[in-house]
């Protein structure tokens, strides 16, 4: 069976060891099974409004124009647009098993070739002619049957353009018709012209049938009986005559002729242009005499194209009298089986059944019985190799992990759309060129769209494959392989009926055995899920149709589109929901509790994405918010519309100069850029700006030269992945400062910037941090300047950049500025060992402040905690960053990471910014994680900051008010059991006695699939310079805490994780929520105390200890408040597209730690 591909998620592609960067998380990643079918049916050859294609002058996929044959040949046919856009996006697509069907296609070669014939003796002749004309009487003719199609039930336009509503069989409408006028007794035809009369006809309409393959109804309407005259023409002949003489009657032509036919004499020039001076008509009543010449027989060729059927060596030769001369070309038909036009045979349930592209014949007929026991693999459709159908292609037995992308590329030969001349007609075809210089055309249409019928195939084939197939998938039915069909129609259901009506039922139902095929160990299905894609708007108002196909299937709605880029953007869509998505990220939800922003990435590809989710646009009945919900993707809009500026800078011990990260400034950054050892970036044998000019070139676009430079990046995906940063919700200034504190007033500031946007920023590992506004569309992105010489790198392999979480503060600006401002303050996790600030004021004018760095300063994993304190009378604010992370088991890492430092946000000089570092434990210890600052008697001024280190301490800064930070005080204040390292800042809050409460988990980030160390979470009475443990939860051996807590209404919660090893959790572990009382006067906390709102009964349920979540690393928590009601919300290091809802729960609806609740 399929190859097991275990990969250090976020370690394996790295050059230096992932250790370095503290980045274990080992997931099984299976590659994803996915069979694209591939609508085939008569309408894919019209265009997106359901009319016929003709043939004419369009521009193809190469950008050359020419005349193109109609139908799906041409480039506006839906069948040239739903191949050019799945060509374009599988081209791309890396790690998906493809498969690909049709419906039902049977081959009929068929060859064309070029013949002559010789021409017949022509024997000596003399005659002479003339035209003769007479009125004809027609009666009871009628008008028709005319027809017209309309996705309405009750009204149609007629042939005329007029519209006709509430319609039903036997509906009449009067109509004036043009006919021609006999002029009174006169037997002449009219002066000059023909004249003509205006009579009035009553139409009425005699059916109204619904066309399943159109989905449109056809009306047939016709007039009632009438009669009219016709004028008629004919030329009569007399043999050996040697001249018309003097073309007077009876010389040598009568009057009259049989059949009451007439003519006129020359000199009844009255009469010479009856047609109203037609050229062609002209002098038509005159006698022309006319002289033949014999000649031998085969004197000259006729020369004609001919179609025989069979192999080409017996088609394109002499056969009988026609001499073959070429060239000869292919047009063998592909054809629907079943249908009314030979070769297509009837239906019949049992010999005959509707079907997809994967079928064997046995004597005109493709019964079950007939069919292969095992559906999984079917014979391949390789072009040229089985002559029933070149259509069906299975995902591969074997992963295209190993990147080999063999199904992919036999696929775009079927989508390829190369334009082949016809050398007849000399028209352009792009239908099927399978065999080069084909041209092919699936000339016979098909006049089903069997949707319901080939989903039932698709589950004997996925079902083959997952449960008797060698074996079977032994991860598919641990629910660990993701199994999609993607279903592209541009019609509905046409060859299911009920009671003579299509059974639009029998698609959906079909769908949902597809998803029911394998069920969770909760009975939930997880089986094969079926997305749908609607192309054209022949679907009419029945659109509710494929969204139930969709939903039944698993994938919520489907899509629906009308032209190309849509199409593409579908594809694209479904792809990325396809991929297995991973993140560390946190959700955040906006200051005013409507909107929720969550990132990740979706690999292969490290495809970032920045999801927007608001809740009042989300059924409140829904716990689980996934990509459909989404009011927006930001890196999906990167795609389609484009980046924002991107800066960086140069020269960073004071104010840094800001540049356009633009290959015109190449020169500018190239040392930068192309640091030394200089390397030929674009391999012209040189090393010059123009490698500069690459790098900044494939950064802001990966798939540059045909993603010759994308490394493992996507090179259609132009946002980098967004793995441990979590969103940053900035909107105008909301912070209550007294005004008599600072030189100009904070209210001022407010009150000018209180129609400032609110922007979402966020780093990703494309070297970025990026800014994005409420729509989702990028405003613009820094590189900082350390990390410009890693930016190279990409081309070849996966690094980190700016992965940690930035933080931002309103601040006073007071050397030389004396102004307030917005600024952001981010480390870079595993992209290396500097902080940076960006003064984000005005989104519109980014400003670059700093970026600082120590020779101690480890990998800055830190979230920047920022607050104001006062120092020597004024009053200021810094930032309280941990040393980082280095590798505690190398020594030469000893004293780098083992300190704490203070950083003055305002100062310019590099060297003068750091105003303290506190060293913290011994030379090997450690301190990643981030800080929590806290005010203690609520004046606006940090009076401590607490933090914990790789050794298990809870250190606290102690301030207390005093000025000079060289009197702040490094407390230890707690030493935890077993020495377990504390990876994520602690939560702080003040309870009911006055005493400051210390909440803080143990869990090793870097030893994730160890299964003995036993964890604890503490609650720790800070008691001034020492810590007192109140209570301690002991965790399950393994499980660790990951994240951050959350502190609310008297409850503490946190999330675990533990590393199973179970087949069943694909080796991703088991989530937990932990909810635990916290302490209160008379009331010691630890206690069970997840309380649950039964909404059934409207009561609280019991309280637990904790929940579990299932698979993946779950988030830190974050309360969402919905209504009336409060819920906990949480993402996982999988599925990381999706937010999901705990609760209710408890609560007034405010998280009371601002740690993962963003205060803008």
């Known amino acids: 069976m399929k190859r097991m591909a275990i990969f250090i998620l976020f370690g394996f592609l790295m050059v230096t060891p992932s250790i370095v960067f503290g980045q274990s998380d080992l997931f099984e990643i299976?590659?994803?099974?996915?069979?694209?079918?591939?609508?085939?049916?008569?309408?894919?050859?019209?265009?997106?409004?359901?009319?016929?294609?003709?043939?004419?002058?369009?521009?193809?996929?190469?950008?050359?124009?020419?005349?193109?044959?109609?139908?799906?040949?041409?480039?506006?046919?839906?069948?040239?647009?739903?191949?050019?856009?799945?060509?374009?996006?599988?081209?791309?697509?890396?790690?998906?098993?493809?498969?690909?069907?049709?419906?039902g296609q049977r081959r009929q070669e068929k060859w064309r070739g070029r013949f002559r014939t010789c021409k017949a003796a022509v024997p000596d002749r003399k005659w002479c002619e003339k035209r003769y004309w007479r009125w004809a009487l027609t009666t009871g003719a009628v008008d028709g049957p005319r027809y017209a199609n309309d996705f309405s039930a009750n009204s149609f336009q007629d042939f005329w353009g007029t519209v006709h509503k509430g319609v039903s069989v036997g509906y009449r409408f009067k109509r004036t018709q043009v006919v021609w006028d006999k002029d009174g007794s006169t037997p002449l035809p009219p002066h000059s012209n023909l004249k003509k009369k205006n009579i009035d006809l009553w139409y009425e309409v005699k059916s109204i049938t619904y066309i399943p393959e159109y989905n449109y109804y056809q009306y047939k309407y016709q007039s009632d009986p009438y009669d009219y005259y016709t004028y008629e023409e004919k030329v009569q002949s007399i043999e050996n005559c040697n001249s018309c003489g003097s073309d007077k009657e009876k010389n040598p032509f009568p009057r009259t002729w049989t059949g009451g036919f007439r003519t006129y004499f020359a000199g009844e020039d009255e009469y010479e242009n009856p047609y109203g001076g037609d050229p062609s008509k002209k002098n038509w009543w005159s006698c022309a005499s006319n002289l033949q010449v014999g000649k031998p027989p085969c004197w000259d060729y006729d020369y004609s194209w001919r179609t025989y059927s069979g192999p080409q060596g017996t088609a394109c030769k002499t056969q009988g009298t026609y001499e073959y001369v070429g060239p000869c070309y292919e047009v063998s038909e592909y054809y629907y089986p079943i249908g009314s036009s030979p070769p297509a045979l009837p239906f019949d349930p049992v010999l005959r059944p509707h079907t997809w592209s994967y079928f064997k014949i046995k004597e005109n007929g493709w019964p079950e019985s007939s069919q292969p026991a095992e559906y999984y693999p079917a014979r391949t459709g390789v072009p040229e190799i089985d002559n029933n159908n070149f259509f069906f292609i299975n995902f591969p037995e074997i992963d295209d992990s190993l990147n080999n992308y063999q199904t992919r590329e036999q696929i775009k030969i079927l989508l390829d759309l190369t334009p082949v001349e016809n050398p007849e007609t000399k028209k352009w075809h792009t239908k099927l060129p399978v065999k080069t210089g084909s041209v092919t055309s699936n000339t016979i249409e098909s006049p089903y769209t069997p949707l319901a019928d080939s989903l039932r195939l698709a589950r004997k084939y996925f079902g083959s494959y997952i449960f008797t197939y060698k074996g079977g998938d032994a991860p598919t039915q641990a629910n660990c392989r993701g199994n999609y069909i993607i279903l592209l129609t541009d019609g509905l259901e046409s060859a299911r009926f009920k009671d003579g009506q299509p059974d639009y039922d029998a698609a959906p139902e079909e769908a949902r055995a597809l998803y029911e095929l394998v069920k969770d160990k909760h009975g939930k299905p997880c089986g094969v899920k079926t997305y749908v894609i609607g192309f054209g708007k022949g679907l009419g108002d029945n659109l509710a149709v494929l969204n139930n196909i969709a939903e039944k299937g698993g994938t919520g709605k489907a899509y629906l589109t009308d032209n190309v880029d849509n199409l593409k953007n579908a594809f694209q869509e479904i792809f990325e929901a396809i991929k297995d998505n991973y993140s560390r990220s946190n959700p955040v939800i906006a200051k005013d509790g409507k909107s929720i922003y969550k990132g990740y990435l979706s690999f292969p590809g490290w495809n970032g994405h920045l999801l927007k989710y608001e809740l009042d646009k989300i059924d409140e009945a829904k716990n689980i918010f996934r990509y459909e919900d989404r009011t927006w993707d930001a890196g999906q809009l990167m795609n389609a519309e484009g980046r924002g500026p991107v800066y960086t800078w140069t020269q960073t011990k004071f104010e840094p100069t800001e540049v356009d990260f633009v290959t015109l400034n190449a020169g500018m950054l190239a040392s930068d850029l192309n640091r030394s050892p200089e390397l030929d970036i674009n391999e012209d044998g040189k090393k010059d700006n123009q490698d500069a000019q690459t790098i900044i070139s494939f950064i802001l676009d990966p798939g540059l030269d045909d993603g010759k430079y994308k490394g493992a990046r996507s090179g259609n995906w132009k946002?980098?992945?967004?793995?441990?940063?979590?969103?940053?919700?900035?909107?105008?200034?909301?912070?209550?400062?007294?005004?008599?504190?600072?030189?100009?007033?904070?209210?001022?500031?407010?009150?000018?910037?209180?129609?400032?946007?609110?922007?979402?920023?966020?780093?990703?590992?494309?070297?970025?941090?990026?800014?994005?506004?409420?729509?989702?569309?990028?405003?613009?992105?820094?590189?900082?300047?350390?990390?410009?010489g890693k930016l190279r790198n990409l081309r070849t392999d996966h690094q980190f950049f700016v992965d940690s979480s930035p933080r931002a503060y309103d601040v006073y600006l007071s050397k030389g500025k004396d102004e307030w401002k917005t600024v952001l303050v981010s480390g870079l996790r595993g992209g290396g060992n500097y902080y940076f600030a960006v003064d984000v004021t005005d989104p519109d004018n980014p400003n670059v402040l700093w970026e600082q760095t120590d020779s101690r300063m480890g990998y800055t994993w830190s979230r920047p905690e920022i607050g104001r304190v006062r120092l020597g009378g004024k009053e200021k604010f810094v930032a309280f960053v941990g040393g980082g992370y280095s590798d505690p088991n190398d020594p030469t890492f000893d004293n780098v990471g083992n300190t704490f430092y203070v950083i003055d946000i305002e100062e310019e000089d590099s060297s003068k910014r750091i105003l303290r570092r506190f060293d913290v434990g011994g030379k090997s210890n450690k301190v990643p994680g981030g800080a929590t600052a806290f005010d203690r008697d609520f004046d606006g001024r940090v009076d401590a900051v607490y933090f914990g280190d790789l050794q298990g301490v809870l250190w606290k800064i102690k301030i207390d008010g005093q000025e000079d930070v060289k009197n702040w005080q490094l407390v230890k204040l707690f030493q935890s059991d077993g020495g377990l390292p504390i990876f994520y800042p602690p939560a702080v809050t003040k309870n009911n006695q006055g005493k400051v409460l210390v909440y803080f988990g143990q869990g090793d980030e870097l030893n994730l699939f160890e299964k003995t160390s036993t964890n604890s979470f503490y609650e720790i009475w800070d008691k001034g310079t020492e810590g007192e443990k109140v209570w301690r939860k002991q965790l399950r051996p393994g499980e660790k805490v990951l994240s951050a807590s959350l502190i609310d209404n008297n409850t503490v919660y946190f999330t675990t994780w533990e590393y199973t090893g179970i087949e069943g959790e694909c080796g991703k572990g088991m989530g937990r929520l932990y909810g635990l009382t916290t302490t209160r006067e008379g009331k010691t906390g630890g206690l069970a105390g997840l309380t649950i709102l039964d909404t059934d009964t409207n009561l609280w349920k019991p309280p637990v200890e904790s929940l579990e979540l299932g698979r993946g690393i779950p988030s830190a928590p974050i309360i969402v408040v919905r209504g009336k009601r409060q819920w906990i919300a949480y993402s996982s290091s999988i599925r990381s597209d999706e937010v999901r809802l705990i609760g209710p729960v408890p609560g007034g609806g405010r998280a009371r730690l601002k740690s993962w609740r963003e205060v803008f």
């Open 30 to 103: 299976r590659t994803p099974n996915v069979l694209i079918i591939f609508d085939t049916s008569s309408s894919m050859n019209m265009n997106v409004d359901g009319a016929p294609v003709g043939a004419g002058l369009a521009i193809g996929v190469d950008g050359q124009s020419r005349v193109y044959e109609g139908g799906g040949d041409h480039p506006q046919s839906k069948l040239f647009m739903a191949k050019q856009a799945l060509r374009s996006v599988i081209s791309g697509l890396e790690s998906v098993n493809l498969g690909f069907a049709t419906y």
């Open 719 to 788: 946002l980098g992945d967004i793995y441990h940063s979590t969103p940053l919700v900035v909107g105008p200034p909301s912070m209550n400062i007294p005004d008599n504190l600072f030189p100009k007033k904070y209210s001022k500031f407010r009150e000018d910037r209180k129609n400032r946007p609110t922007m979402v920023y966020v780093g990703a590992n494309d070297g970025m941090l990026h800014a994005f506004g409420e729509d989702g569309r990028e405003r613009f992105a820094v590189i900082p300047k350390n990390l410009l």
